[in-house]
């Protein structure tokens, strides 16, 4: 059976983070393991409050989750202030982790902000070195390659590809979901390669819920079993979609996948 070490934050309502998480690496037959950065107030309408875990407490749970089940990836989604991602990054190099998948949770679709700017700084310039695949929506794209993205046109996807070769990030997916158009198109970059998966457009991406999520933890899942990037990409693509497909309406909000 293999493991995956989610890092990520607490939503109640079970339709973002680790609660999300983890139904979806069982989903995968795998096994989740789980170390909370923070508590969110939200429902499956919008983000109302965050407060971090103590880091100091954090970093007791993780060295002791870690000494006892050595994932075979990991997925951080969630950070909650730049004290935990200090402790996280600390951490990734003392037990030298692999297969890091960070999904750069900057923002919620509803607007309220998740990092500060220098928080944004220190997640640009020292931990997404430290990851071996970032996976960043349109928006947080823009942000962390300071680049408008109308589409993923070739001169779009280089100078990403340039950008991430001098900050050190290793490779990157571009989440297409918010992109118009009647494609969900994914754009693995790596420092050599460009790679595009898609998949039919279902609803309005605005009302989904947690499909940002669903798709890092599927991706790290894959990545545990063995799979390439390539072939983890085309199977959390496929296997996204049909969470998509199988959406519900479960509260006033959105709707949430149920994996
Ligand atoms: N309406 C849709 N139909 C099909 N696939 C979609 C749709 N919206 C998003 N996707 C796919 O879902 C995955 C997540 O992408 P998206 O761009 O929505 O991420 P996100 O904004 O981080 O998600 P979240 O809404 O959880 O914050 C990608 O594979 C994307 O292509
Ligand atoms: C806990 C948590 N993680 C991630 C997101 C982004 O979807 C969210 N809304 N809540």
Redesign the pocket.
């Known amino acids: 059976m293999k493991k995956v070490l989610i890092i990520a934050g607490f939503d109640p309502s079970g339709g973002?983070g680790v609660l999300l998480d983890v139904k979806v690496v069982r989903a995968l037959n795998s096994y989740a393991t789980s170390v909370v950065t923070s508590l969110t107030v939200q429902d499956t309408q919008r983000v109302y409050d965050l407060k971090p875990i103590d880091p100091h407490f954090f970093e007791y749970q993780l060295q002791k989750v870690v000494e006892d089940i050595k994932p075979d990836s990991v997925k951080i989604g969630l950070l909650g202030s730049s004290e935990i991602a200090v402790v996280v990054l600390r951490n990734l190099k003392r037990y030298n982790l692999k297969k890091v998948v960070c999904?750069p949770v900057l923002k919620?679709?509803s607007g309220f902000e998740f990092c500060k700017s220098e928080f944004i700084e220190f997640l640009k310039y020292e931990f997404f070195k430290a990851c071996d695949v970032i996976t960043p929506?349109?928006n947080?794209a823009e942000v962390i390659f300071d680049v408008e993205i109308k589409n993923f046109d070739e001169d779009v996807l280089s100078c990403v590809q340039e950008r991430m070769k001098k900050m050190g990030i290793k490779s990157c997916i571009l989440?297409?979901?918010?992109l118009p158009g009647e494609v969900?198109?994914?754009v693995l970059i790596t420092h050599n390669d460009i790679f595009k998966v898609h998949?039919?457009?279902?609803?309005?991406?605005d009302s989904?819920?947690?499909?940002?999520?669903a798709?890092s933890t599927a991706f790290a899942t894959f990545l545990a079993k063995g799979y390439n990037m390539y072939d983890a990409l085309i199977s959390t693509?496929e296997y996204?979609?049909n969470l998509?497909y199988k959406s519900t309406k479960i509260g006033n909000g959105k709707l949430i996948l149920n994996p």
């Open positions: 973002a999904d919620s679709t929506n349109k947080e989440k297409g979901g918010h969900a198109e994914d998949a039919k457009k279902q609803g309005f991406t989904i819920h947690g499909t940002g999520c798709f693509k996204v979609s998509i």
